[in-house]
């Protein structure tokens, strides 16, 4: 992975949750979401993606998670991100409409309670 990033994956029962730890950009966005799709499977329900700790989302980064979330949507599996609204990357998420477009949740245990709400 990216010296800009971190990607930890944790299996929450049938959901994945990616936690994604540094900055997203264009130099690493496509290395993020090759091992974000590693961690799904035909089984997953919905993927929580936790923001929590990613102090930097650029263009690339917005984009790669309104494909992820179009992908998802194909495969009749839903997308949650976690944001937590002080972070540095909220306004972002807010102003580009992904807020509107994926569900989004303040803490990681709301959203995994909103993946099982799903079931």
Do not use: K, W
Not at 68 to 77: F, I, M, P, S, T
Not at 87 to 113: D, F, K, Q, W
Request: hydrophobic share 50%.
């Amino acid at each position: 992975m990216s010296s800009l990033a971190r990607i930890v994956v944790e299996q929450h029962g049938a959901f994945p949750v990616v936690a994604i730890e540094g900055e997203v950009d264009a130099s690493n966005a496509t290395e993020i979401s090759r091992s974000i799709d590693a961690a799904l499977s035909n089984h997953s329900i919905a993927l929580v993606v936790d923001l929590t700790e990613t102090g930097y989302l650029d263009s690339a980064g917005i984009n790669l998670l309104f494909a992820l979330g179009a992908r998802l949507r194909d495969r009749q599996q839903r997308l949650l991100l976690v944001v937590d609204p002080a972070s540095p990357v909220a306004r972002i998420v807010a102003i580009s409409g992904l807020a509107v477009a994926e569900r989004t949740e303040e803490t990681r245990a709301a959203a995994l309670e909103q993946a099982h709400a799903g079931l």
